[in-house]
């Protein structure tokens, strides 16, 4: 059978998971090989969380892109 990947978290998603692990690793209490797994799906959800303010800045970037670019006509004042 063809597993489909799941998508990508949001962001508040990735980062809250983010977050549980690095309580975790701080803990002090994870063996070593589990240590490194947590490390490494730590490093996934920190490259999520990266794409998705990069993809947010570009947005905001291209908003006021459009908002600058917009040229408004004054209504014509009547005497």
């Known amino acids: 059978m063809d597993a489909k990947p799941s ?3 949001s962001f508040e998603d990735a ?4 977050e549980t692990i690095v309580e ?11 240590l490194l797994a947590k490390y ?3 490093n996934k959800l920190l490259k999520v969380c990266e794409s998705r303010l990069k ?3 570009l947005k ?5 892109k ?7 006509t ?3 004042v009547e005497r």
């Open 7 to 9: 998508p990508a978290p």
């Open 15 to 18: 980062l809250s998971q983010l």
């Open 24 to 34: 975790s690793m701080e803990s002090g209490e994870i063996p070593l090989a589990d």
């Open 40 to 42: 490494e799906e730590g």
């Open 55 to 57: 993809e947010a800045e």
């Open 60 to 64: 905001i970037e291209l908003l006021k």
């Open 66 to 72: 459009q908002k600058e670019g917009a040229a408004f």
């Open 74 to 76: 004054p209504f014509p």
